[in-house]
């Protein structure tokens, strides 16, 4: 996503802050819609379930990676309409993007998934949970 500049002037002008705002907006992406998520332990797995209707199951790609579950989507629905002397068609597209960091360290290549009535089920076996480390980094002073 692309940020708007900060000016350091003390006084605020609308007039420049709008005018930068608008010219800035077409270059901004952000998702078109973002799924719910519930993440849950069953036994031996971890469970992900998202809700995401009205979207082929064959256009969402799942991956893996370091312990991180990655959810990609896109959907496209079409409606066309012919009536007396007039014509319609009309796109309705959108996508999302979601990464989520897993509490266990998971084998995410045996992962299953499954699509019913607009929620995606995946289940991934854990190994072990992420032990979490507070980890103190000291700073050196530069030589001048």
Excluded: C
């Excluded at 907006?25 to 036994?43: H, Q, S």
């Excluded at 992900?48 to 991180?68: F, H, L, Q, Y």
């Amino acid at each position: 996503m692309a940020l708007i500049p900060f000016h350091s002037n003390w006084l605020w002008q609308p007039d420049d802050d709008f005018d930068q705002f608008f010219k800035e907006w077409p270059k901004m992406k952000t998702a078109d819609f973002i799924p719910a998520i519930n993440i849950y332990e069953k036994g031996s797995k971890i469970v992900i379930e998202a809700v995401i209707r009205d979207i082929d199951p064959k256009k969402i790609d799942i991956s893996v990676e370091n312990n991180t579950l990655i959810l990609k989507g896109k959907s496209e629905k079409k409606s066309e309409v012919e009536e007396k002397n007039y014509y319609r068609h009309e796109v309705k597209s959108g996508s999302f993007y979601r990464a989520m960091t897993l509490p266990y360290k998971v084998k995410g290549e045996e992962a299953q998934a499954s699509y019913e009535q607009g929620i995606l089920k995946i289940e991934i076996p854990k190994t072990e949970k992420v032990k979490s480390k507070k980890l103190k980094i000291k700073i050196k002073k530069s030589k001048k």
